[in-house]
């Protein structure tokens, strides 16, 4: 069972720059996917970044692509997600996700195991 762990989270300017890592503990990293997510009050869970298990590829929502990086390290068991250019709309819990090996999604139901979540809030 794998169990995730979100660090990084804080208080940025817009236009800054933030890294969440996640590390995984109880599994391989080439065992699982890797989805980012984030999640406002009264909203739902917005899928922006995802990684696949075991060639690094990589998928992103439109509203992070170019500005968000999403990377693994394999031997670490670690997945970081680069935030560039942030924005006030930016400001979320983040959570991380482990899912299946096979495929990408920046679909919730694809994902079977979740971090706890970590805030950003970006704000002058």
């Known amino acids: 069972q794998v169990q995730l762990v979100e660090s990084g989270g804080g208080l940025v300017q817009p236009g800054g720059s933030l890294t969440l890592s996640c590390v995984a503990t109880?599994?391989?990293?080439?065992?699982?996917?890797i989805g980012w997510f984030r999640q406002t009050p009264g909203k739902e869970r917005e899928g922006i970044a995802c990684?696949?298990?075991?060639?690094?590829?990589?998928y992103y929502a439109p509203s992070v692509r170019g500005r968000f990086t999403l990377s693994r390290d394999y031997a670490k068991n670690t997945a970081h997600l680069q935030m560039d250019g942030l924005k006030s709309e930016d400001s979320a819990a983040y959570f991380c996700?482990?899912?299946?090996?096979?495929?990408?999604?920046?679909?919730?139901?694809?994902?079977?195991?979740w971090g706890q979540g970590i805030q950003v809030v970006v704000s002058s």
């Open positions: 996700a482990a899912g299946p090996p096979m495929g990408l999604s920046l679909r919730p139901h694809f994902y079977t195991n």
């Open positions: 109880g599994g391989t990293s080439n065992d699982y996917s």
């Open positions: 990684i696949s298990s075991h060639d690094g590829a990589t």
